[in-house]
């Protein structure tokens, strides 16, 4: 399917156009026919000689509903532009030109319609003046009567042509649905409608409703019924469980994950009235899709200013809008996640970084040090550098700086925790104030290294009286190599529980249960001694063998099964491997 928008003055035969190319009338108000007059946004479709489908969004010309055109024509791929031939070219012809081209519509169809009444030649002529130098400078034209039918096939024949020179849409795009419209269905909820510009609906789908998780209960194309609708086309889908107040124009519907809210954002501002504009503070309306929201625009330098909208919106570098007041100005996003400006001479600084261009993945990740690959992508930004953990990407000066604090932090934590097994991966990501663990683990570099969830400093040494204590309990086990010293000696030569464990930790005790420590080898040593008995053998047999205790002799068994030197063969007997 194809999508276009009507634009052009009021009562310049817009509706007329569009009744006549489909058979289907656009105005759904009693109060438009009443009046003759387009008020709100109309809708039709037609399929074309080739069989390509094309649905029409027919937007009013009225000064006062320019902001329901704006939420037909901001999604909409094309036009269909209307110049009444006897009227020519007057004020809304003007808006609406001028809001197409800072949106950057540039394909559609000039059309000089009501032939019947007037010689179309002075306001083609006209027409073609007024586009020169906009987005719309090139489209084709067509001269018709929408009254008599003179002209309409050639406008079908050129409307056929421009749908068959349409980009291929981004079928497999995440989904951003600017809803332009939400009713009542009786029997089956509240339906939004919209112009889906890329990506593709499935019924069943979760979405985003704004902010609010939704699930698709059905969809429609052109009062067709269907389970999946891929972009380019009119949609209606029907949400399950929301009620018809909790959706409006100007909402969205969103792939979960894939779009950033933003009411701050960084732009680039063009047109003929920008300059009257350029004082902070100053009031305008933010148009994007079918949104229509508040702002106050910033100056930051040049054509640089930084828009505070009312509410947020899902944005993304490189999205188009157009700011509203006494004019209309053009407006490309150029960040969407800017820094604040509180310091002095922030704004101009801000300033000149753009000057150079839109933010780049390197920028971004300069400035914020750390960012998701996601969270680029839902920015708009997409890029090839490498992870360092995860999805998780990094500036390389700012993770080399992160390396060089964590070694120090390993230092100083060993410093003044001698006997503890390092810092924990947890109080490393704290004291690097880093949003992840891994992110920590991906740091630790050689001679640094990890261990049951601790980092482990190179070279550690212990204090000079646990090595003295160390070396007492060696001598004693000299003696009686199985004959692990009771609690009350180990506490007599001042090893508590974690001065043990600092032994153990650096191969100079042996631990085989809780407070039990033999000389480091003595395991080996024991399944050499156990490998002489008669198989299988016993704890006690064990024990006699050891010279050892049963407080001794059972914990050592045990140590042995799970190092494998020594395997049981039934609730009492083992036999060694």
Do not use: C
Not at 27 to 50: C, N, Q
Not at 97 to 103: E, G, H, N, R
Not at 452 to 457: E, H, Q, T, V, Y
Request: glycine content about 10%.
């Amino acid at each position: 399917m194809h999508v276009i928008a009507t634009a052009g003055h009021v009562d310049h035969g817009k509706s007329t156009l569009v009744r006549a190319l489909t058979g289907m009338e656009p105005d759904r108000w009693a109060e438009e026919r009443r009046r003759g007059m387009t008020i709100d946004l109309g809708f039709a479709w037609a399929t074309l000689p080739s069989g390509r489908r094309l649905a029409f969004v027919d937007v009013p010309g009225h000064e006062r509903f320019v902001t329901n055109m704006l939420a037909g024509v901001g999604p909409a791929p094309a036009v269909m532009f209307v110049v009444a031939a006897d009227e020519g070219w007057r004020a809304q012809s003007a808006e609406h030109l001028a809001a197409l081209d800072a949106l950057g519509v540039s394909r559609g169809v000039l059309v000089v319609t009501r032939a019947d009444l007037a010689d179309p030649g002075p306001a083609l002529r006209q027409a073609r003046d007024r586009l020169a130098g906009t987005a719309l400078a090139h489209v084709p034209e067509v001269v018709v009567s929408g009254r008599t039918g003179a002209g309409l096939p050639d406008l079908v024949a050129a409307l056929d042509r421009l749908t068959g020179t349409a980009a291929p849409p981004e079928t497999g795009a995440a989904v951003r649905l600017w809803i332009d419209r939400a009713f009542t269905v009786r029997g089956a909820g509240t339906v939004v409608t919209g112009t889906l510009t890329a990506g593709t609906l499935r019924a069943g789908d979760e979405l985003l409703l704004d902010a609010r998780r939704v699930r698709v209960r059905g969809l429609q194309s052109m009062n067709e019924a269907a389970d999946a609708i891929p972009a380019v086309a009119r949609v209606a889908v029907n949400l399950r469980g929301v009620e018809r107040d909790q959706a409006a124009r100007g909402m969205t519907l969103l792939t979960p994950g894939a779009w950033l809210f933003t009411d701050i954002l960084d732009v680039r501002l063009a047109g003929p009235r920008m300059d009257s504009r350029r004082r902070s503070g100053a009031e305008a309306v933010f148009h994007i899709g079918s949104a229509a929201v508040a702002a106050r625009v910033r100056v930051l330098g040049g054509d640089l200013a930084r828009l505070t909208l009312a509410r947020a919106l899902p944005l993304r570098i490189g999205d188009r809008g157009l700011l509203r007041a006494d004019g209309i100005i053009r407006v490309d996003v150029l960040d969407v996640r800017p820094p604040s400006l509180v310091r002095r001479g922030a704004a101009a600084a801000r300033a000149a970084e753009l000057a150079t261009g839109t933010p780049t993945a390197g920028d971004l990740l300069r400035r914020h040090g750390l960012m998701r690959r996601s969270e680029l992508a839902a920015m708009g930004v997409v890029t090839d550098v490498a992870a360092v953990a995860g999805e998780w990407l990094a500036d390389p000066a700012r993770w080399a700086q992160l390396a060089e604090r964590l070694t120090a932090q390993v230092a100083n934590y060993a410093g003044r925790h001698p006997l503890r097994a390092g810092i924990s991966l947890e109080e490393a990501r704290a004291a690097l104030d880093l949003p992840e663990k891994r992110l920590v683990e991906a740091l630790v570099r050689p001679p640094l290294q990890v261990r049951a969830g601790r980092i482990l400093p190179p070279g550690a040494t212990l204090p000079g009286p646990v090595l003295a204590a160390v070396e007492q309990v060696l001598a004693d086990l000299s003696a009686a190599p199985y004959r692990s010293p009771d609690s009350a000696r180990l506490r007599e030569l001042g090893l508590d529980t974690e001065a043990l464990a600092a032994a153990v930790r650096a191969g100079l005790l042996l631990r085989i249960g809780e407070h039990l420590v033999l000389a480091p080898g003595a395991d080996v040593q024991a399944r050499g001694v156990l490998a002489q008995l008669r198989r299988p053998f016993t704890v006690s047999d064990a024990r006699r063998a050891l010279g050892t205790t049963r407080r001794v002799a059972v914990p050592l068994l045990e140590h042995l099964d799970r190092e494998g030197l020594t395997r049981r063969v039934d609730g009492e007997r083992r036999i060694t491997r």
